[in-house]
């Protein structure tokens, strides 16, 4: 049976496991990223893992019979809404006087 363990960068069998490798043919360089996930992510947040450790195959049905359980329960359909009401104060106009872009 498969058990879940949290390794750490290092401890891998296989040696690191980073999340990304991004490049540069510029500088001839690679980095090699981990990140940490969001606490509004409906797959990794602490809230949705918790969750599921709690309740198992119940809050799996919950998530697959209810659209927006899990972003209700990660706080997302809160952002929504806020950014919804977020109002943007924009100037559309292009003058003559815009010397600060130079086309390439
Ligand atoms: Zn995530």
């Not at 949290?6 to 540069?24: M, Y």
């Not at 043919?25 to 599921?52: P, W």
């Amino acid at each position: 049976m498969w058990t879940p363990v949290l390794l750490e960068v290092g401890e891998h069998p296989l040696g690191v496991l980073p999340h990304q490798i991004r490049g540069s043919l510029s500088q001839f360089s690679q980095m090699t990223l981990v990140g940490h996930s969001s606490n509004s992510c409906t797959a990794c947040c602490h809230t949705v893992v918790s969750e599921y450790r709690n309740r198992g195959m119940e809050f799996i049905l919950q998530a697959i019979n209810h659209p927006t359980y899990l972003e209700d329960l990660t706080g997302l359909t809160e952002l929504m809404k806020s950014a919804t009401l977020f109002t943007l104060d924009w100037d559309n106009e292009i003058g003559d006087d815009d010397d600060d872009c130079v086309e390439i």
